[in-house]
């Protein structure tokens, strides 16, 4: 896989992560990136990821064994028109939309259904563009591959090959079923989230006493509103259908929880929450998804100058990278007073060994 020649039409995130990725596995490859963002490049050729940038689609990629749309839904079907014309036959087209209904029918209509096969890399940040990307953020994430009809089983193969050099999983679904299945577990949690936060900032005082204090579980459970408003628009304007299937369901779901609160049955209630807490346990424990897990732990620690420094110190000393770091006002999920987000689920263990020996009291998260 080291001849390999990699093109890049659009790169923030996903597509800047999945390059670092191909290229800290395969260091030789030949990477060639367009995007309209002219510090995007500059980034790129810079960090030593891309070989060859340029701010136009042309013949450049006539060379490349794959290329990844990796622009904006809005902007994959002009991109698809221009590239159209320097696609080697041989080249395999993907894209990392997490809508795949409507790439498919465009490159149906283009003719291209013979070499492409669509590609969602399950992970995901609240942060997004180029700058954010990082090869780790695809570790043993699903990456899903809806091939077409048309599609040969050795390009299917071959490109599952591919994702595992990147360190994900393959995962091949059919278009239509990934569409239904984001849609719930990716695409309407959004949605909710982001509606969340809308009612509490419209239900708040004029002196801002809930987002004073929105800290603790509400914070943790409405981080994903953070995402890209620009993003989260095209998904919801191409995967409407099942989205608001999703949604009604979700509605209804509300108004028979607002029954039982009216009801207040308790043994209704306590198996309401009871069954999710059960289902949530028995999810896999992995940063699979679409919505990242985040790697943290709480602490107590003495309300002294200096204590939070020490801290940091010591972690840092330790080679421990921290994430982010702050203090936990909002007590009530959480009984610690410092809580400490790390980059790799591997830190929590050994942060917690370091901190417990120096005889600080350990609050890990699931």
């Known amino acids: 896989m080291s001849a390999f020649k990699i093109g890049f039409i659009g790169l923030g995130l996903i597509g800047g992560s999945i390059a670092r990725a191909l290229r800290a596995s395969m260091p030789d490859i030949w990477i060639t990136v367009y995007d309209i963002d002219k510090n995007t490049l500059a980034l790129a050729a810079n960090d030593g990821i891309a070989n060859r940038t340029s701010s136009v689609i042309d013949a450049s990629f006539s060379a490349c064994d794959y290329i990844f749309l990796c622009a904006p839904v809005s902007g994959n079907a002009e991109n698809l028109t221009t590239l159209k014309q320097y696609l080697s036959p041989s080249c395999v087209l993907t894209d990392v939309g997490s809508v795949k209904s409507g790439i498919h029918e465009r490159i149906r209509a283009l003719g291209l259904d013979g070499q492409f096969i669509g590609g969602h890399p399950m992970a995901g940040s609240e942060r997004y563009g180029y700058a954010n990307s990082k090869a780790r953020l695809l570790e043993n994430a699903y990456y899903i591959l809806t091939p077409t009809p048309k599609t040969s089983p050795d390009q299917l193969k071959d490109y599952e090959r591919l994702v595992v050099s990147m360190g994900a999983i393959p995962l091949v679904l059919d278009a239509d079923q990934h569409d239904y299945v984001t849609a719930a577990i990716s695409h309407l949690p959004h949605i909710i989230a982001s509606s969340l936060v809308n009612l509490v900032r419209e239900s708040d005082s004029e ?11 509400f914070k943790d459970i409405t981080r994903i509103a953070s995402s890209s408003p620009d993003m989260w628009q095209q998904i919801c304007l191409t995967n409407t259908d099942n989205i608001v299937r999703l949604l ?20 209704v209630l306590y198996d309401f929450f009871n069954n999710a807490r059960m289902y949530r346990d028995s999810f896999i424990e992995a940063s699979s998804g679409p919505i990242k897990k985040s790697y943290s732990l709480t602490i107590d620690i003495a309300d002294e100058t200096g204590a939070l420094a020490s801290i940091a110190t010591m972690l840092a000393l330790n080679n421990i990278s921290i994430k982010n770091i702050g203090i936990v006002h909002n007590r009530e999920l959480e009984e610690g007073a410092l809580r400490i987000e790390f980059y790799e689920e591997k830190d929590i263990a050994s942060a917690s060994q370091i901190l417990q020996s120096r005889g600080y009291t350990i609050h890990a998260k699931k």
């Open 207 to 217: 002196d801002g006493t809930m987002k004073m204090i929105a800290a603790g579980g």
């Open 248 to 267: 009604d369901h979700y509605i209804e779901a509300l108004s028979t929880v607002r029954d039982k609160l009216n009801g207040r049955d308790a043994r």
